[in-house]
C-alpha cells in the first residue's frame, strides 16, 4: 500500500501574504494545515542593544522604525518610560497633541492592515481606497516633523515643536494640472487643525465606503467568520492585547484601563467583538477608525481653544530656545551638554505601556544614572500574537493561513526588533 | 472585381487553378483563420489595456498611461518585454512538458473560435454539432494548467494545478448542464442555428426563459478562466502565482495570451448562446417604429453587436475583479455542486416540462 505524507511548504520570507519577511513552515494534509512553525528574526536589527549605546534621546528614532506602520506610538511608550524614570509629565498641551497623533498614528495603522488584510483576501480596490486616506495622515506627520514617516516628534518633556499654522500646500511639479492642484490644496489653506478637521469630516464617509466593500460581502464573510477563532480565556493565556483581545470580546484598553496622557477626559468607546474570529475582528478594527476620528475631533477642539507651551520648560533634558542661546550663558551651556552628552537620568527602573494600534507597546527602561539607558526592553504586541499562529491555523486551509496572517496585524520591525 | 483580377493577373489565376483543390480548401481556410486570429490576439492586448484602466479608475488611480497616445502603446511595450525575456526552466522541471504546457493551454482557447458565428451566416468551421465541441476544446485548454503545474516541480504550482484541477470538473458540469438547456431551446447542436433561434429582439433571446442557465453559465465561465473572485489556482496572496510561478518570457506570455483569449471566449459564448450572438436587441416586431427614422441602422444584425455585447461581459469580469475577494478553494467546490449542478438540473427539467406542453419563445 502507498504510504501518505504530510506535505511540508515553505511560506516566506519572500511571499506576497507574508507581511514583511514571515517565514512560515507549514506541514499540510493536502490544503489542510497540520502544523505552523513560524520562524522569526528575519529583520532583527538589535534595537534594545543599539538603545545601551547611546544617549537617550538618539533612541527615539529607533523607536519609529520598529513597529513602522504605526510610529509615533512606538516614541510614545519610549517617552513615557523616560519622563517616567525623570519624574516630569509633559505640559498638556503636549499630551493632547499626543494623543491626538497617537490617534492619527491609529488610523494609519488601521487602514494599512484594512488595505492589505482585504488584498490577502483578494479584494483588490480596498488596498488603493485606504492608502488614499492615509496619504493624507501622512501628510500631517510631515506637517509637524517634516517627514512622512519616521517622525521623532515626541521628544521626554513634550514635543518637538508646536502645530504648525500652515499646512504646506502642493505646488505645480509640471505633472499635473492646474485644477487639480487646486483641488488638492482645498483643505490646505488654513492650519494643521483645519486639514485634520476636514479630514475627520469627510473619514467616516470613507470608512462607510470600505464597509460597504467588505461587511456585508459574502465571500468577505466566508472567508473571515469563523477562521482562527480564539476564545477570551485562551487570548488572555496567549498575551493577546489590543484588537486581538478586543476581537475575542475581552474588554480590555489601556487608554481606558490605565489612562495616560489626557484619555481620561476624552469620550470613547471601546469595541469588542462576540466569537473571536476574524470577521470580529475586522469589525473591531473598522469601529476603532471610527473611535479615533471622535477623539480627533476632541482633541482638535480642544487644541484650538487652548494655546500653550508644548515642551517643558526644564533645560536639564529640553534644548533651551534658539532665540535665548543668543544672549543667555547658561541656555549656551545647557544646549551644549544636551546635544554632546544629553541628560542622565536618575538610576531606577520604569515600565509604560501605550494602547499601541496593535496592542499594548510597553518600553521597559533600566537606568544605572549614566546618560544612557542600562537595558531597555521592548514589549511589542505582535510577538504575542504570532506565538499564537499554530493555534490559529491548525485545521483550517492554506488559504485562511493568508486571512490569519492579515488579522493578525503582523509587523515584523516590532516582532524582530 | 473578380473579372478584372483575372484579366490583369491571368498568371496567378493559372497557378491557382494548378493547385490541388485539397490545397487550395486549405489556403481559403487559412486566409479566414488568419484574420480572425490576428483580430483575437489583438484583442487580447487591447483587453489587457482595457482592464487596466478599468480597474484602475475603479481603484481612484489612473492606469497605464505612459507609452504612446494615452498608454495605448502599453500592451505592445508588455508583448515586446515578454517576449525578449529569457524563459527560465527549473532544473528538476520535466522540460517537455513544462514548455507544452502553455502551448496546451493557448492552443485551445483559440481553436475554440472556429465554431463561433461572427456575423450572419458565417463562421470558419459551420458544422453541426458546435456545440459539442466548444465543450470538448474549452475542457482541453485544463491539461495546459494541471501539465504545468505538474511539470515544475514546485510545491506551488502542484497546488495551484490541484485546485485548477478540481474547480474545472465541478464547472465543467455546471457548464455542460446548462449548454443542455441552450441545446433544449435552440434544438441544434449549430452555434449558427442557436444564434438563428433567438431571432427578434431582447425578449426573443434565450437569456429570459434560460435566465437560471444564463447566470450559471456566466460565472462558470468566469471559474473555468480562472478569473477572480475564482482565481484560486493563480491565488496571488496564498500561492503566489500557482501554476505559473515558475514561468517567465514567452513561456508566461503564452498564458497571459491563454487566460485573456479564453476571457474573450467565454464572452463570445454567453453572447451567442444567450444574447443572440450578433443579432440585434431592437430587432422584433416591437421595434419597428424605429424603422423609417434615423435609428434604423440598430436593426440591423451584425458583428457590430456581437462585439457590443461581448465587450460588456468583458466589463463584467474586469468589474467582477476590481471589486469581489476571493473566494476559498473549498467554498468554490461548494458553490460549484451544492448549488450551481442542483440549479441547472433542476431547470433544465422545468425546461423539458415548457418544451413538452409547448410554452415559451421556442415553442414555434
Same mark, same amino acid.
Given at each position: ?154 521628544? @521626554?518633556? $513634550? =514635543?518637538?515643536? &508646536?502645530?504648525? +499654522? *500652515? ?9 499635473? !494640472? ?92 471601546? @469595541?469588542? $467583538? =462576540?466569537?473571536? &474570529?476574524?470577521? +470580529? *475582528? ?9 473611535? !479615533? ?125 | ?364
Amino acid at each position: 500500500m502507498a504510504e501518505f505524507q504530510n506535505y511540508t511548504m515553505n511560506f516566506g520570507p519572500q511571499h506576497p501574504a507574508a507581511h514583511g519577511v514571515l517565514r512560515l513552515v507549514l506541514e499540510m494534509n493536502g490544503e489542510v494545515i497540520q502544523d505552523a512553525d513560524p520562524h522569526i528574526g528575519l529583520l532583527h536589527r538589535g534595537t534594545e542593544k543599539l538603545a545601551e549605546n547611546k544617549p537617550y534621546n538618539h533612541s527615539i528614532g529607533y523607536m519609529d522604525r520598529l513597529d513602522y506602520v504605526s510610529m509615533m506610538c512606538n516614541e510614545h511608550s519610549y517617552v513615557l518610560a523616560i519622563e517616567k524614570l525623570l519624574g516630569v509629565r509633559p505640559p498638556i498641551r503636549a499630551q493632547y497633541i499626543r494623543v491626538m497623533f497617537d490617534e492619527i498614528t491609529r488610523i494609519l495603522n488601521h487602514l494599512l492592515w484594512l488595505a492589505t488584510h482585504g488584498l490577502d483576501i483578494g479584494a483588490m480596490a480596498l488596498f488603493l481606497f485606504c492608502f488614499r486616506e492615509r496619504e493624507d495622515l501622512v501628510d500631517c506627520y510631515e506637517a509637524v516633523s517634516g517627514t512622512r514617516m519616521h517622525a521623532t516628534y515626541y521628544r @521626554p518633556g $513634550g =514635543v518637538y515643536r &508646536d502645530l504648525p +499654522d *500652515r499646512m504646506p500646500r502642493h505646488q505645480n511639479a509640471g505633472n499635473r !494640472s492646474d485644477k487639480d492642484i487646486k483641488r488638492l490644496n482645498e483643505d490646505r489653506q488654513g492650519s494643521l487643525l483645519d486639514f485634520l478637521e476636514a479630514f475627520t469630516n469627510r473619514f467616516p464617509g470613507h470608512v462607510d465606503e470600505y464597509e460597504t466593500l467588505l461587511t456585508d460581502n459574502r465571500i468577505w464573510k466566508q472567508r473571515t467568520v469563523n477562521i482562527g477563532v480564539v476564545s477570551p480565556e485562551r487570548a488572555k493565556q496567549l498575551g493577546f492585547t489590543g484588537p486581538m483581545l478586543r476581537g475575542s470580546g475581552v474588554e480590555w484598553d489601556l487608554r481606558k484601563k490605565q489612562p495616560y496622557e489626557v484619555y481620561a477626559n476624552l469620550d470613547f468607546d471601546i @469595541p469588542v $467583538g =462576540v466569537n473571536g &474570529d476574524c470577521y +470580529d *475582528r475586522y469589525l473591531v478594527r473598522i469601529e476603532e477608525m471610527r473611535q !479615533s476620528n471622535n477623539i480627533i475631533k476632541q482633541c482638535i477642539t480642544w487644541l484650538r481653544d487652548n494655546p500653550g507651551p508644548v515642551m517643558l520648560d526644564d533645560h536639564k533634558f529640553t534644548p533651551p530656545s534658539r532665540v535665548e542661546m543668543k544672549d543667555d550663558m547658561e541656555s549656551l551651556i545647557h544646549h551644549f551638554k544636551l546635544f554632546t552628552e544629553g541628560y542622565c537620568i536618575p538610576a531606577g527602573e520604569a515600565y509604560a505601556a501605550v494602547e499601541h494600534p496593535k496592542g499594548e507597546f510597553g518600553i521597559y527602561m533600566v537606568s544605572d544614572g549614566a546618560n544612557k539607558p542600562y537595558r531597555v526592553k521592548i514589549r511589542s504586541p505582535g510577538f504575542a500574537h504570532i506565538s499564537a499562529m499554530k493555534e490559529m491555523v491548525v485545521g483550517h486551509m492554506l488559504a485562511d493561513v493568508v486571512a490569519v496572517i492579515g488579522t493578525v496585524d503582523i509587523v515584523f520591525g516590532d516582532i524582530d526588533r | 472585381m473578380a473579372g478584372w483580377f483575372e484579366t490583369t493577373f491571368p498568371f496567378a489565376v493559372n497557378l491557382w487553378g494548378m493547385l490541388p483543390p485539397l490545397l487550395q480548401e486549405l489556403i481559403i481556410i487559412l486566409l479566414q483563420v488568419l484574420p480572425l486570429v490576428i483580430v483575437v490576439i489583438l484583442c487580447v492586448a487591447f483587453l489587457t489595456y482595457f482592464e487596466r484602466k478599468v480597474i484602475g479608475y475603479m481603484h481612484v488611480r489612473i492606469g497605464p498611461n505612459r507609452v504612446g497616445p494615452k498608454g495605448l502603446g502599453q500592451p505592445f511595450a508588455d508583448v515586446i518585454k515578454l517576449l525578449i525575456k529569457e524563459i527560465i526552466i527549473p532544473a528538476n522541471s520535466n522540460k517537455f512538458l513544462f514548455l507544452i504546457a502553455p502551448i496546451l493551454a493557448l492552443v485551445p482557447a483559440l481553436a475554440t473560435w472556429a465554431v463561433i458565428p461572427v456575423f450572419p451566416g458565417f463562421a470558419i468551421a459551420d458544422i453541426n454539432a458546435g456545440l459539442l465541441y466548444v465543450l470538448a476544446l474549452t475542457s482541453l485548454g485544463v491539461y495546459g494548467i494541471i501539465l504545468a503545474g505538474w511539470a515544475t516541480n514546485s510545491k506551488y504550482a502542484l497546488l495551484g494545478a490541484m485546485r485548477s484541477a478540481a474547480q474545472i470538473v465541478a464547472y465543467e458540469i455546471a457548464m455542460g448542464f446548462a449548454l443542455v438547456g441552450v441545446l433544449m431551446a435552440g434544438g441544434s447542436l449549430n452555434l449558427g442555428d442557436i444564434v438563428e433561434a433567438q431571432s427578434g429582439g431582447v425578449t426573443s433571446w434565450f437569456w429570459l426563459p434560460l435566465f437560471p442557465l444564463f447566470l450559471v453559465y456566466f460565472i462558470s465561465g468566469v471559474a473555468e478562466t480562472n478569473r477572480a473572485p475564482f482565481d484560486v489556482a493563480e491565488g496571488e496572496s496564498e500561492i503566489v502565482a500557482g501554476f505559473h510561478v515558475e514561468y517567465s518570457g514567452a513561456a508566461f506570455a503564452m498564458f497571459f495570451l491563454g487566460e485573456y483569449a479564453n476571457i474573450i471566449l467565454i464572452a463570445a459564448l454567453t453572447t451567442v448562446m444567450f444574447v443572440g450572438g450578433w443579432h440585434s436587441a431592437f430587432s422584433g416586431p416591437a421595434f419597428s417604429f424605429m424603422d423609417d427614422t434615423v435609428l434604423a441602422f440598430l436593426r440591423e444584425p451584425g458583428l457590430f453587436w456581437l462585439a457590443l455585447k461581448m465587450s460588456f461581459f468583458l466589463y463584467l469580469f474586469l468589474w467582477f475583479r476590481a471589486t469581489f475577494p476571493r473566494y476559498r478553494y473549498d467554498q468554490i467546490m461548494r458553490l460549484g455542486w451544492k448549488v450551481f449542478i442542483p440549479i441547472t438540473i433542476i431547470w433544465i427539467a422545468v425546461e423539458g416540462v415548457m418544451v413538452y406542453a409547448k410554452i415559451g419563445p421556442w415553442s414555434a
